[in-house]
């Protein structure tokens, strides 16, 4: 099975890779178009900043491509919400994958939200051998507004979207490579889609 981490220079693609590693999957890193196209899991990754990640994925052409991709697609963290509708994170448009808008945590928390919290309200097979209350590791200071498309809320202020899927698109806001056996079982659970 070929895994490929989608390198736009915005990730902690390391983690993942050493993540994947432990379940016996070699996982790539590319940009190439025809590379990714040909991948049996795609993994979208992110850390950092919305506007400067989308203005990266242009220059790319992966605008165009992630949308489009057939085999299942996992976004991870700013991956997951560049996957959305858009975000207030300087007033980016997103790839419109998930209908839903990323919003900005109010002032009455800190940001941003860090550490561990728990996912709840699961209707995936992502989550087979995930309990309700499971706990994962976020670092985030914008949230996926709750939709049709969740599969997973966490609250913290508000409760939000954690988890999304449409079709053969999946995106999580905390970090399964984090998250210990749990977050492992997720990514197993991904590659076993």
């Not at 988890?163 to 970090?175: I, P, T």
């Amino acid at each position: 099975m070929k895994v490929t981490i989608i390198d736009y220079g915005a990730g902690n693609i390391k983690s993942i890779q050493f993540a994947l590693k432990r379940l016996g999957v070699d996982a790539v890193l590319s940009n190439k178009i025809e590379e990714i196209t040909q991948s049996d899991r795609v993994i979208f990754p992110g850390v950092g900043e919305a506007s400067s990640a989308m203005k990266k994925i242009k220059q790319r052409q992966l605008d165009v491509l992630i949308p489009n991709l057939k085999q299942p697609v996992l976004g991870i963290c700013l991956g997951m919400q560049l996957m959305c509708t858009s975000t207030e994170e300087n007033n980016t448009k997103g790839l419109g994958i998930f209908n839903t808008e990323v919003k900005k945590f109010t002032p009455k928390v800190k940001v941003p939200h860090m550490g561990w919290n728990t996912i709840n309200n699961l209707s995936s097979s992502l989550f087979n051998g995930i309990n309700e209350e499971e706990y994962m590791y976020l670092v985030h200071s914008y949230y996926a507004q709750k939709c049709t498309e969740m599969i997973a809320t966490t609250n913290y202020e508000i409760t939000y979207a954690s988890a999304l899927q449409k079709n053969n698109f999946y995106g999580v806001q905390f970090h399964p490579e984090k998250s210990g056996n749990k977050g492992q079982q997720i990514l197993k659970n991904f590659i076993e889609l």
